[in-house]
């Protein structure tokens, strides 16, 4: 089950944290925006790709997805991370 829609979730996004981030000088290759399928990768790739490269395809839930993210950078990297919703 969805909160939002994927439309309303870039939105929220891009107005609230990833302004932050390009405020305060986040290099955008640091910024990795993990979604949950093919639907919300479409929508954030088209909204947001060009400016905002790094759009993965994790899994489902967010335990599940907390766990992918752990897992997809090396071990020892520092990860920060943000909920949208």
């Known amino acids: ?5 994927p439309a309303a979730q870039v939105e929220i ?5 990833l302004a932050l981030l390009k405020q305060q000088g986040v290099p955008r290759h640091r ?11 479409e929508t954030y790739h088209r909204a ?4 905002w490269p790094n759009i993965v ?10 766990n992918f993210i752990t897992e997809f950078f090396k071990e ?10």
Do not use: C, P
């Open 57 to 66: 395809i994790g899994v489902k839930t967010l335990w599940r997805q907390r």
């Open 13 to 17: 996004i891009q107005e609230k944290t």
């Open 76 to 85: 020892g990297t520092h990860i920060v991370s943000w909920l949208n919703v």
């Open 48 to 51: 947001i790709g060009r400016d």
């Open 1 to 5: 089950m969805r909160l939002l829609d």
């Open 31 to 41: 910024v990795y925006i993990f979604v949950a399928d093919a639907l919300e990768y």
